[in-house]
C-alpha cells in the first residue's frame, strides 16, 4: 500500500502557481540542456522509500489548504557543495487538485497514511471544478460540498 508526504507549498497562492512554477523550471532546465524533470529539494531523507515509491504521492499544502499532490517518481539523496546531504524528491510534472481540507502550517515533511489522504479534486465534477477555489472552500466550511 502506497505511503505518502505532505509538504507546505512556499510562494504559492494556489494551484494555479504551482503548476507555473513547475512549467518555468522544466523550461529553464531545457533552455539549460538539462533532462526536464520535476524535483523538489528537502533536507531529510525519507526512511520509508519503498512505500513512497509503491504509488505514493507528494501532497502540497497551499494557503492553509492540502490543495493538490503529485506522483512520487524517485527519491534521490545527494551531498551540497557546502557537505550537507540533501535529497531530490522526483515528481511528476502533473499537479492532480485534491478535495482542499484544512492543514497547519509545520515544518519539513510529514508521512501521509493512505486512509488519511484527500480524495482527488476529479471526483466532485467539472462544475465544483470551475469554481474558484476560495468559493470552494468557503462552500466546502459551510458544509455544502
Known amino acids: 500500500m502506497p505511503l505518502h508526504l505532505l509538504k507546505l507549498c512556499v510562494g504559492a497562492e494556489s494551484v494555479a502557481d504551482l503548476e507555473g ?11 539549460a540542456g538539462q533532462a526536464a524533470e520535476q524535483r523538489h529539494t528537502t533536507r531529510m531523507v525519507p526512511k520509508r522509500l519503498a512505500e513512497l515509491l509503491d504509488g505514493g504521492s507528494l501532497f502540497w499544502v497551499i494557503k492553509g ?9 524517485d527519491v534521490r539523496p545527494f551531498t551540497d557543495g ?13 499537479v492532480v487538485p485534491v478535495e ?16 488519511s489522504a484527500p480524495r482527488d479534486a476529479g471526483l466532485l465534477g467539472p462544475e465544483l471544478l470551475a469554481l474558484p ?3 470552494r472552500r468557503e462552500l466546502r466550511d459551510l458544509g455544502l460540498i
Open 65 to 73: 489548504q492540502v490543495a493538490a499532490r503529485q506522483r512520487l517518481v
Open 100 to 115: 482542499a481540507r484544512p492543514c497547519r502550517p509545520f515544518q519539513g515533511w510529514r508521512y501521509l497514511e493512505p486512509a
Open 133 to 135: 477555489d476560495a468559493l
Open 82 to 94: 557546502d557537505g550537507i546531504g540533501r535529497c531530490h524528491l522526483v515528481l511528476e510534472p502533473a
Open 21 to 31: 512554477f513547475i512549467a518555468e523550471r522544466l523550461t529553464a532546465q531545457r533552455r
